[in-house]
């Protein structure tokens, strides 16, 4: 290996993105190319070749102003660069001049960091403050108030302390309920990034978390529709543990938002692409709230269908934000800590996979979840 071909080896192996620019006039923007960029470089910024026109491998206006102030003031400097897609990503870029060539090009080193992961460190950090400190000072101030009243005239009234204890309870309850949430939410978040490894039986896990949900069903008279599945049918890739927290919360919203007496019900497919699994059967207003980038996965859709009261088309686009709750469903029985959907998206989004609302009022509602199939396509599995 000559030292051209080790050079050339070693710069490809690089983890971090590489590009080495030209240009020779400050006013001739569509001067500015790229005369090496290694293969880290070449996979982020979607480019084939190792030279080319600069503007055609990157357009961030801040990264080109960077890309200029070390090509013609020979200063170093930075920039943040952002892709787009469902796994977005979020890179440092450091440029740093090279000075002037022999044919009196101006040459410039460009570096991009990955820094996704210290950028959802932080802001899940501040997110999950400001938001657990406004979710919980509603019970803190409760039961705050029902201490102070039992120390107070109430001390001796054990019908008033039974019942102040017995709310007390529930407030309590909430804050744990919301603080297990918060915790699982900013865990999956941090890993959202990284694809999960292993194989899933769909079938199997469908199987029990429908048993789990039994008895919340049975509690509100709510039939749980869903016939056996043939075991092992049915693989996805994924993460068991999430995924089985992705059903579970489907179940429990359904059964909560189900009058009394109605049915809930599930129906599994495979060997669908992901047009086909994202579709809903319902004639009803429908919205993606998260989705693959596009690739020819062959994909497994698992549908949870409701007959409760809907929800409206406005509302639709808002369901997977973090402590979101349609007007009319913040309290009562169906109240909840508002963060169910939005770790079902965050899980879907770590999964490459896709979630799915069909909803309009008075009509229920129909969530559809899917997720890459591993190995061949299994043909079509179907409850009712």
């Not at 450091?94 to 996704?116: P, Y």
């Not at 469908?206 to 016939?227: F, N, S, T, W």
Request: a negative charge; aromatic letters at 4%.
């Amino acid at each position: 290996m000559s030292a051209s071909q080790l050079y050339a080896a070693v710069v490809n192996a690089l983890p971090d993105p590489i590009l080495v620019v030209v240009g020779f006039d400050r006013d001739d923007l569509t001067g500015r190319r790229y005369i090496l960029a290694n293969a880290a470089a070449r996979e982020l910024l979607r480019i084939t070749a190792e030279e080319g026109m600069l503007l055609s491998a990157v357009r961030d206006p801040d990264v080109l102003a960077a890309v200029d102030k070390a090509l013609f003031d020979e200063l170093d400097a930075e920039s943040i660069y952002e892709t787009t897609g469902a796994q977005s990503r979020s890179l440092r870029v450091r440029v740093r001049s090279l000075g002037i060539g022999q044919d009196g090009a101006h040459l410039a080193l460009v570096t991009f960091h990955d820094e996704t992961e210290v950028r959802r460190v932080e802001r899940t950090r501040v997110d999950f403050l400001a938001n657990a400190s406004h979710e919980l000072r509603t019970p803190l101030a409760s039961l705050s108030g029902f201490i102070e009243t039992l120390r107070g005239h109430a001390r001796n009234d054990v019908a008033a302390r039974d019942k102040f204890l017995g709310i007390m309870q529930t407030q309590a309850d909430r804050m744990a309920r919301l603080i297990a949430d918060l915790t699982s939410l900013s865990r999956i978040e941090l890993d959202e990034h990284v694809p999960p490894r292993g194989t899933v039986d769909l079938v199997l896990l469908v199987g029990e978390a429908v048993e789990a949900a039994a008895p919340l069903a049975a509690q509100r008279g709510v039939k749980l529709e869903c016939r056996p599945f043939a075991p092992g049918t049915v693989h996805v890739r994924g993460e068991r543990d999430q995924i089985i927290q992705v059903v579970q919360n489907l179940l429990d919203n359904a059964i909560k938002y189900s009058p009394d007496g109605a049915g809930v019900r599930i129906e599994l497919q495979s060997g669908l692409s992901e047009l086909a699994a994202a579709a809903s059967p319902e004639n009803l207003p429908r919205l993606s709230l998260a989705a693959p980038d596009p690739s020819p996965e062959t994909y497994a859709a698992l549908r949870v269908i409701d007959l409760g009261p809907g929800i409206a088309r406005q509302n639709l686009p808002r369901l997977s934000e973090r402590f979101y709750r349609v007007d009319g469903q913040k309290s009562g029985a169906r109240s909840g800590t508002g963060l169910g959907l939005a770790i079902v998206k965050h899980i879907m989004n770590r999964h490459r996979g896709g979630l799915v609302v069909a909803s309009a009022e008075g009509e229920g509602s129909t969530f559809t979840v899917y997720f890459p199939m591993a190995g061949a396509p299994e043909g079509v599995v179907k409850a009712s």
